[in-house]
């Protein structure tokens, strides 16, 4: 993205990138690489996010640990180029130690969205990881604050390229696609709703921080 970076480096980002990419390379190693699908079971039912253990307020620890494990490569390389890209600049905003008691709270917030989606279709045994639904919160507030940058995208299709899309654009329209999803039910896997709730929950922060600071 081109927004201005100030406050100085985003050491509090790049060190939520690094807790995340060393979390996942421990998950990799006591799974074989997620091939024992026991270790991986027991792993992600210790530290994943729960939703009937949440809403009765039990291993509530885990709505922190949820959110700095993931499923797989994809799932994470995905999740820290938003993180690397849309974060920098909310650290410059916030300030450092504010932004990661704010990110944390995203992805609590996020968590309890999902928690009471998956309880309420059945779904509450199943263990939730990701840090998406923070990273939905950070992507909520970088539209508030810096609605005319431009994200450098990359498209594949035919042919591989790169464009400059608006924030305006490109933010609403990833929201409306996790809105979608999350109304016609979650599939593949991923918590539609968590993401909706992080974004919420970042979009409502952002335009309260802009009416505190004015």
Known sequence: DD????????FIN???????VIIFIYEMIITSNFSNKLAQFVLFTNYGAIPNLILSGQNLPSLFSSMFMHGSIAHIIGNMIFLYVFGDNLEGRFGHYKYLVIY???GIIASF???????STGSGNVPAIGASGAISG???AYLVFFPHAKINTIVLAFFITTIRIP???FIPFWFIMQLIFALIGQSGG????AHVGGFLAGVGTAY???FISN
Do not use: E, F, M
């Open 3 to 10: 927004a201005p970076q100030i406050n100085g480096r985003p």
């Open 14 to 20: 790049y060190g939520l990138i690094a807790i995340n």
């Open 104 to 106: 944390l709270i995203w």
């Open 113 to 119: 969205a999902h928690s009471i989606y998956a309880v």
């Open 138 to 140: 950070v992507l909520a």
């Open 167 to 169: 924030a305006l654009a």
């Open 190 to 193: 991923v918590a539609y709703v």
């Open 208 to 210: 309260l921080w802009k």
